[in-house]
């Protein structure tokens, strides 16, 4: 199973929307609506942002944001704030009990 | 509130085994799956692999067939995983996080805070 593809980095003004991409194919993005996102900064371990494409699990900011079309799930950050400086990482359930993660995508807050 | 708290760092020569342990709680243990995830330096995440709370169901990433095995304890609601034969590009950060059977989108919701494990000679 080969790994989602995001991009490598974006990067934002404080208050600007950004969005990073997670592409897979119809077999597991496109085929299950269960695309979650995390939020990870160094040493610490990963927060769990977005789950089944577009919801937010309890104390999540509303400033984040997931969306699905075809094999492509998006995740949109607005208002973009210092400490939204992380990588973020895109996750699928591929079926057969298996997970596969995104390359991940290192945001950069100018 | 729900806590995975993660076994000490280890530091292990190649060809060594390691065994690593999650150990739960702020929850109903049997209630919940546990995957295995790794971030080798400068990498990005890995799944490794879930089981089920009473043990009698894995599931593995293809790379790490034969080398790994996960168990659980539930007396002490302690979830553990085994990596034989290690090389140098085992070295990574593993960690813990909460898992379902797939179907509820609720997986890796909590993570334990990491192990680090350096292979090298």
């Known amino acids: 199973q080969s790994a989602l593809t995001q991009p490598a980095s974006v990067s934002g003004s404080p208050g600007q929307s950004i969005t990073i991409s997670c592409t897979g194919t119809?077999?597991?993005?496109?085929?299950?609506?269960?695309v979650s996102w995390f939020q990870h900064h160094p040493g610490k371990p990963p927060k769990f942002l977005i789950y089944?494409?577009?919801k937010r699990p309890s104390g999540i900011s509303t400033r984040f944001s997931g969306s699905k079309s075809g094999n492509t799930a998006s995740l949109t950050i607005s208002g973009l704030q210092a400490e939204d400086e992380a990588h973020y990482y895109c996750?699928?359930?591929?079926?057969?009990?298996?997970?596969?993660f995104g390359g991940g995508t290192k945001l950069t807050v100018l | 509130q729900v806590q995975l708290v993660q076994s000490g760092a280890e530091v292990k020569k190649p060809g060594a085994s390691v065994k690593l342990s999650c150990r739960a709680s702020?929850?109903?243990?049997?209630?919940?799956?546990m995957h295995w995830v790794r971030q080798a330096p400068g990498q990005g995440l890995e799944w490794l692999g879930i089981?089920?709370?009473?043990?009698?169901?894995?599931k593995y990433a293809q790379r790490l067939q034969g080398r790994v095995t996960m168990t659980t304890h539930t007396s002490t609601r302690t979830v553990y995983m085994d990596l034989r034969s290690l090389t140098s590009e085992d070295t990574a950060v593993y960690y813990c996080?909460?898992?379902?059977?797939?179907?509820?989108?609720?997986?890796?919701?909590?993570w334990g805070q990491g192990t680090l494990v350096t292979v090298s000679s």
């Open positions: 996080a909460r898992g379902t059977t797939g179907t509820t989108g609720l997986d890796f919701d909590y």
């Open positions: 702020g929850y109903t243990f049997i209630t919940y799956y």
């Open positions: 089981i089920n709370p009473s043990g009698d169901n894995t």
């Open positions: 119809s077999s597991d993005v496109g085929l299950f609506n269960l």
């Open positions: 089944v494409d577009t």
């Open positions: 996750c699928s359930y591929v079926g057969g009990s298996s997970w596969v």
